[in-house]
Every structure is written in structure tokens, then in C-alpha cells.
């Protein structure tokens, strides 16, 4: 079992995968907690829009999309 | 309170039997609403905030919701039952507040058949305040509610923390009274897949926008044409023919029936009882009830968000992020619900180029509807079909916002953040909100177009009858063909397009056949939505932007409408 961090918009669509860490200032990281994008919790992604376009993404239960370059911030790793 | 698109203005509509407008998209209440409500012989005011998802607001929508924190006596804390986890964080920032709660646990039926299992008597207990299952839509679990507003409470053993705290909280609440389980993929969620990845997403965005549209128009002619045309012209044209032969030629003839004896013209007669009802009845309020109608299905579905999802490449490109296609959709029917809209962007750079485009590309319905009638009513002087003439008008309008925000993107300084949006559950619409929705919006179309409209066609008629509208025509004359290569009418068209768009159509095609040629027609016409908002758009945005940036907004329109009909002029007219 190998375990390493990737950022999310590596993360392959519909893979389960746990939040490590999220990079960024406080308000940043306090935006996204607040929607339930936190340390710990599981996430996959749905689809990812082409040309560096936003990523929906599945986690606490409801469906986000989020920016590319937030999700860039975010450092999840795959649960299997 | 609660998240945004939990339901809470449907619950606020239940508890105080005021209309205010829900939809199934996060942003939709951008202000409070206060109503009163009776129970038990004790009156209360309710107060109805806009979702936030914390106490810490990132939009100026979520500002209010904060802000009306500090009146309240009790709060109903509105809690999304399938999402429950995510709702909870707001619930734990709210009991650390001190103000006695209550938990209205709404959307409770689709819990069951998504399989999610919540422990209600256990979470009770463990947060000590009242909480009741609701289905807001359909009123159940309403009644409960107000029955427990009395038991609210703010319990002490919630002491404020950290947000890791909070979540670590919620992750032992949640342990304890959710079970999940597991579902396949359900019909539901192919189609949301399906519209949201790009490749079938993009064709389908296409097909529903073309759809709805041709919808609109074709609810919208067919209003016309079959029932409300027929209704002045066979019952309401005798009555009112018969009325003016009573009246006699004169001063209230000319008021109230027509300027012109003779058979009376409703299109351009230009009396308060004749065009005065007329333009507002028969020609735009089918186009406002079909609009209308197709916007509230695609609002409650929970389709926009997806579209902004798809939109997002695009808007950044113009400086916002793909909420910006939301004050559009709402500005094609009334660009001051558009406005207000735009509240739910985060920054001052967006919500500037949003509301400067939308004043200046974005043509309401009342407009559009016109638009669309000029050019029917012209058919047969035309040298091509209408059709052609009112796609110039709209793709230039599409250019236009597209080249005025790229450059706006690059001349407005400040920040751009990324979206950042929920996408709800597809549902299928409840007919019946649905209707009522349309309904609301239909009469404060009637409430508000209905006086302004009889207040325009007056003052025109009175500007006519002391030969100012003539006197205003020659003195602007020199400017306007110079400049522009049109009549010196023009300036009367574009002055009653202040009071309101459709007057100044209205206007414009009282004057005799002859006076404008057909692409003369279509500059004013592109003219008319960009120059200047009408007064009520003005209004809202001199409070959502503040003076200083509404001048620069204003400096914006009047350069734009100035190139765009130096240009049009050249292309179209060609000297």
C-alpha cells in the first residue's frame, strides 16, 4: 500500500481520495471549511472542465464546483 | 438562517403567508424579508436572511445575513436534512451566539429515498434544543414548528471554538445520529453527470437555452396573436370607439383615445386608454408570462448552476466567474432582479463589469418584446423578414458584452476570485410553487409597468400637444443625424427610454411609417438597451454600485453607445 499526497487536479475523476492539507491563507482555508472542505474529510472529484476550467467535486455529501487553482491548493491522497 | 438554498425562503413563506421568490439555486435571496405572523393571539416578526454558510461572510449577500443576526429574539435555524453534515457548521456557529434556537430540519421526505437515516430524538438530546423534521414545500411539519418556537433555547454546554473544533464536533454528532446508505448511481445523478461534463454538457446547455427561447416566443406569439390581440380588437376596440364618438373631438379625446381621428390604431394612436393598455397588455405581458414561466422551471430544477459550472472559462475571460450567467438570465426579464443578482459575487471588480453589462447589453423583456413587435408590425415594408433584422440587434448586444467585458477585465483593477459554488439536487419542479412563482413576478411586472407605462403615454401626450416633442426633435436634430445619421425624433425615443424601455419603443412607433428607415430601426433599437438603464435598473444601481462607480458605469454606457452606433451606422447604412 502506497500512500502520497497529490494536489486534487491530479486526483482521477470519480476516486475517492482523503484531504491532507490545505495550502493557502486563513480566509482561504476558512471559506472553504466552512463548506465542509476540511483536514480529513473524503472527496472525489466529478468532472473536470477542459482548459484549465473549474472541478466539481463530491464531499460532505453535496456536489461543489470549485476553481482550478483552489483546487490546486488542495493536497488529498487516495484512500486505496 | 441557515445555508443558502435550504429552503428558508419557503419556510418563511409558509410561517407568514407572504410571496417571496425560492428557487432551487444557492443566492436566490439576496436581502432580508420581514412578515408578520399570528400564533396563540401573540403577534412575531419573522425575518427571512439570505443563506450563508458561516458567521463570516464572503459575499455581501451573506454580509446581510450576519448583519440581521443581531436583531433576532429566536432563531429558526433552517438545516438541509440530505446534507446534513455540512448544515451543521452554521448550526454550531449559531448556538455559540447565545440566542435561543430552533432547528427546522427541512427537504425530510427526500431524505428517505436517498437513504440517509437521521437519529432526530438522539440529536435532540444532544444539542438540547428543539428540533422538527419539515417538509417546507408541501407545509408539513410547519405547523409543529411554530408550536415549538416556544421551547427555543440556547444551550450553554456549546462553547465557542476553533473551526478544526467545530468539525471535529460535527464528525462525533454525526457519528451518532446519521446512517448512510449506500445507493447506486440514480437516475438523478446521470443527468446531473450528463449536463455538467463538458462534452454532452456544452450541446445541452445549447439545446436547453435554443429551447427555452423558442418557447418563450412561441407561448408568447401565440398569447398574442390568439387571445389577447382578439380580446382589444373584436370586444375592447367597439367599447372604446363608441367611447370616443360620446367624448367628442378635443382635448380628452386626444388624451385619452387617440392624437389622430379616424379608426383608432392601438399600435399608434398614443391615447392612455388605447396604447397605454395596449403596449403593456397585448404586446408585452405574453412574452413576460412565457418568460417568466421557463425561467422559474429552469430555476427550480437546480439547472443554472450547472450552466455557471459550464459558463465559467467564458465569464472569467470577461472578469467574473460563472455565477455572472445568473444576473443574465434574471436581467432578460427585468434588469432589476438582474442587479440585485449580482450581490452573490465576491468582489467590487465583479459585481462592476456584471452590473455595467447588464445595463448595457442585457435588453429586459419588455423591451425584447417590442423589439420583436416593431419588426412583426413593419413586416410587410421590410425588404427582409423580421427575423433578420432582430438577430442584428441581439448579436450585436452579444458582441457587446462579450468585447466590453474583455476589456473591462483588463481596465478595472481588483481581484477575480474563482467560482465557488453547490450545485443542489435536480428536482423535478412542484408544479404548483412553480405557477405561483410565475404569478408573483407577472404582478409586479403589472404593479410596477402598468403606472409607469399610463404616466410615459401621458407625458408624452402632453409634450405633444404643446409641440415640445417637435421642438425636442429639432434641437437635438443636428446631433443626431450628424453624429449618428438618424432623425432628430430619435432624441424623443431615447428620452422616454429613461421612464421605461418599452415606452420608448412605444414611442417610436407612433411615429408615422417612413419617419426612420428599416436599419435605422435597428441602431435605436440597439441604442435604446445600451445607452442608459431606465429609472428603476438606475435606481437599484446607484445603491448596489454607490455614486462614484455608478459615474463610471454611466461614462461606460454613453462611450459605448456612442461607438456602437457610430459603427452600426457605417456598417449598416454605410455613410
Sequence with gaps: MKSKTIPLTELPVNTPATIKNINGGLGFKQRLQVMGIHKGQTIKTICKQPLKGPITINACGCQMTIGRGMAQKIEVETTR | ?????????????????????????????????????????????????????????????????????KEADIIINVVDATNLERNLYLTLQL???????????????????????????????????????????????????????????????????????????????????????????TLRNRISDLTIKPGTGLPIALAIIFFTFWIVRLIGENLITYVLDPIFEL????????????????????????????????????????????????????????????????????????????????????????????????????????????????????RFIAATLLSIAVPCMAQTS?????????????????????????????????????????????????????????????FKTTLKKTWMRIRWFLKDALPWMFLGVFLINVLYTLGIIEYVASLFQPLMTGIFGLPGETSVVLLSGFLRKDLAVGTLLSFPIGTFSEMQLVIIATLLTIYFPCVATFAVMIKELGIKDMIKAAVIMLTVALFVAISLRLILIGN
Design chain 2, 370 to 430: 417590442l423589439i420583436f413587435a416593431m419588426f412583426s408590425k413593419l413586416k410587410t415594408s421590410l425588404q427582409y423578414p423580421p427575423f433578420f433584422y432582430i438577430t442584428i440587434v441581439f448579436t450585436t448586444l452579444i458582441m457587446i458584452y462579450f468585447i466590453v467585458g474583455y476589456l473591462l477585465n483588463k481596465l478595472v483593477k481588483g481581484e477575480c476570485p474563482e467560482i465557488f459554488l453547490e450545485m443542489p439536487n435536480y428536482r423535478v419542479p412542484h
Design chain 2, 235 to 350: 370586444l375592447y376596440k367597439p367599447l372604446i370607439t363608441q367611447f370616443g364618438n360620446t367624448l367628442g373631438s378635443g382635448f380628452l379625446y386626444n388624451f385619452l383615445i387617440s392624437q389622430s381621428p379616424g379608426e383608432i390604431n392601438f399600435l399608434e394612436s398614443l391615447g392612455l386608454l388605447t396604447t397605454g393598455l395596449y403596449v403593456p397588455l397585448t404586446l408585452v405581458l405574453p412574452y413576460i408570462i412565457a418568460f417568466y414561466f421557463m425561467l422559474s422551471v429552469l430555476e427550480d430544477t437546480g439547472y443554472l448552476p450547472r450552466l455557471a459550472t459550464l459558463m465559467d472559462n467564458i465569464f472569467h475571460k470577461l472578469g467574473m466567474h460563472g455565477y455572472g450567467v445568473v444576473p443574465v438570465f434574471l436581467g432578460l426579464g427585468c434588469n432589476v432582479p438582474g442587479m440585485l443578482a449580482t450581490r452573490s459575487l465576491e468582489t467590487r471588480k465583479q
Design chain 2, 95 to 185: 448556538l455559540e451566539q447565545n440566542i435561543p434556537i430552533v432547528i427546522a430540519l427541512n427537504i425530510w421526505d427526500e431524505t428517505q429515498h436517498l437513504g440517509i437515516h437521521i437519529d432526530i430524538e438522539k440529536l435532540k438530546s444532544l444539542l438540547k434544543i428543539p428540533i422538527i423534521p419539515i417538509v417546507a414545500l408541501t407545509g408539513e411539519g410547519i405547523h409543529t414548528l411554530v408550536s415549538q418556537l416556544q421551547n427555543a433555547s440556547s444551550p450553554p454546554h456549546i462553547k465557542p471554538t476553533s473551526d478544526e473544533g467545530r468539525w471535529i464536533e460535527i464528525g462525533t454528532l454525526i457519528k451518532q445520529v446519521e446512517r448512510v446508505e449506500h445507493r447506486h448511481h
Design chain 2, 1 to 69: 438562517m441557515g445555508n443558502p438554498n435550504v429552503g428558508k425562503s419557503v419556510v418563511f413563506s409558509r410561517l407568514t403567508g407572504a410571496n417571496v421568490i425560492s428557487s432551487n439555486y444557492p443566492g436566490t435571496t439576496v436581502d432580508f424579508s420581514k412578515g408578520k405572523m399570528r400564533y396563540d393571539g401573540t403577534k412575531s416578526t419573522i425575518i427571512d436572511a439570505p443563506g450563508t454558510y458561516s458567521l463570516e461572510p464572503s459575499n455581501r449577500a451573506e454580509q446581510v445575513a450576519v448583519n440581521i443576526l
